[in-house]
């Protein structure tokens, strides 16, 4: 792996940890945006790597936004459009990713934190985590997907209230509005995040990747058009191994052994 400045990843078996390590509250300047970037390119090109964990380093934050002080250092109209899509091209990038993608936010996640775990394939959360979009209080609004993906998870009058008031919830609240799909104690989120990464790890490469390209895929369709994209990523599966090796496994009565072929 690459060495970078803000960024540690460790390889667990089949699993990266990607962790951002910007103290004190891992905000993202450019190099952190930089530096998250090349490692997502290394992560998604290593053959060897079936899952990825995003989290935060230290206990106050998942990432707590983007840097003010490179936001205040912004001079125009252009820079700034090239400034929010440079990040949102890294955003894209994990919800584009083949392989299943967690985010394990240890503790705050706002603005550019909150759009970062928005990406993520499936989030897990403290239950001292706080989100939000808090972008409104600086005079600008969410640039780095915050008005795209925001609605389409929680839904439009509630993410219009979110954005415009730009007052954080709680962990228990993101629960019951979808934005996590587990809430754990705070010491356990890594755990919980690694434990769920195995899971997903033993499952075919093959397998992970057609139904990430069909739900992902297919939010983008219409129900007609998402069906046969189904369609498509289920006829590639039939006469793969794993297809084989999963049908022989079920009819043997034993746990299939998948070789992602």
């Known amino acids: 792996m690459g060495e970078y400045t803000n960024v540690r990843v460790a390889l667990e078996d089949r699993v990266a940890i990607l962790t951002i390590d910007h103290p004190p509250v891992n905000a993202f300047n450019h ?12 992560l998604i090109a290593n053959d060897q790597v079936k899952v990825i ?3 935060g380093a230290g206990e106050f934050a998942f990432v707590a936004g983007a840097d003010i002080n490179e936001i205040a250092a912004v001079k125009d109209a252009a820079e700034a459009r090239e400034f929010i899509l ?5 955003f ?19 603005g550019g934190g909150l759009e970062l775990a928005m990406a993520c394939h499936i ?26 993906r925001l609605p389409r998870i929680v839904g439009a009058a509630k993410a ?8 954080p919830i709680n962990a228990q609240e993101a629960y019951r509005l979808g934005l996590a799909n587990k809430v754990v104690p705070a010491g356990q989120v890594l755990a919980e ?52 090796e999963g049908v022989s496994a079920f009819l043997q009565k034993r746990q299939p052994r998948f070789t992602d072929n």
């Open 53 to 55: 964990i995003i989290t």
């Open 123 to 148: 989030r897990i959360l403290a239950d001292r985590a706080r989100l939000g979009q808090p972008e409104s209080n600086l005079g600008i609004i969410p640039g780095w997907g915050g008005t795209q």
């Open 193 to 244: 995040a690694k434990g769920l990464a195995k899971k997903l790890a033993a499952k075919s490469r093959l397998t992970n990747e057609a139904a990430l390209e069909a739900i992902l895929g297919g939010l983008k369709l219409s129900l007609s058009e998402g069906l046969r994209l189904e369609a498509d990523q289920f006829g590639k599966l039939i006469g793969s191994h794993d297809t084989q």
């Open 86 to 90: 440079k990040g949102q091209g890294v």
């Open 92 to 110: 894209n990038k994990i919800e584009a990713c083949p392989k299943p993608v967690i985010a394990a936010i240890n503790a705050v996640a706002l």
């Open 31 to 42: 190099a952190t945006l930089n530096d998250l970037d090349a490692a997502l390119d290394e």
């Open 160 to 167: 219009i209230e979110l954005i415009l008031t730009g007052d």
